[in-house]
Nanobody, 126 residues
Framework: QVQLVESGGGLAQAGGSLRLSCAAS????????MAWFRQAPGKEREFVAG????????DYAGSVKGRFTISRDRAKNTVFLQMNSLKPEDTAAYYC???????????????????WGQGTQVTVSS
């Protein structure tokens, strides 16, 4: 099992930045792909960004590409989401997710991720 704990959420103004962190513990000796999802009130949980085990492959939703950057520190079992040029529509609960990495493509479907954090709230004011 893998436990995920997010941190770094909060309130930001439009155009500002926030950095989210997700610390993994438990069965971290396995190779895991990591991803960030978000869910706004009344909306489905949606894919934001994903990163492969080595960090060499990344994927972004079109709505955040060029503004958000996903990265990871394997030595610290931590994945990050740097969010720049924030917009009010980025307001949501952000969730970290993990799945075993098989050396293939990243997945965008939330049902492909068995491990989830509890979420951290990001609120962007206009």
């Amino acid at each position: 099992q893998v436990q995920l704990v997010e941190s770094g959420g909060g309130l930001a103004q439009a155009g500002g930045s926030l950095r989210l962190s997700c610390a993994a513990s438990g069965r971290t000796f396995s190779s895991y792909a990591m991803a960030w999802f978000r869910q706004a009130p009344g909306k489905e949980r949606e894919f934001v960004a994903g990163i492969s085990w080595t960090g060499g492959i990344t994927d972004y939703a079109g709505s955040v590409k060029g503004r958000f950057t996903i990265s990871r520190d394997r030595a610290k079992n931590t994945v990050f989401l740097q969010m720049n040029s924030l917009k009010p529509e980025d307001t949501a609960a952000y969730y970290c997710a993990a799945r075993v990495w098989y050396g293939s493509a990243l997945y965008r479907n939330r049902n492909d991720y068995p491990y989830w954090g509890q979420g951290t709230q990001v609120t962007v004011s206009s």
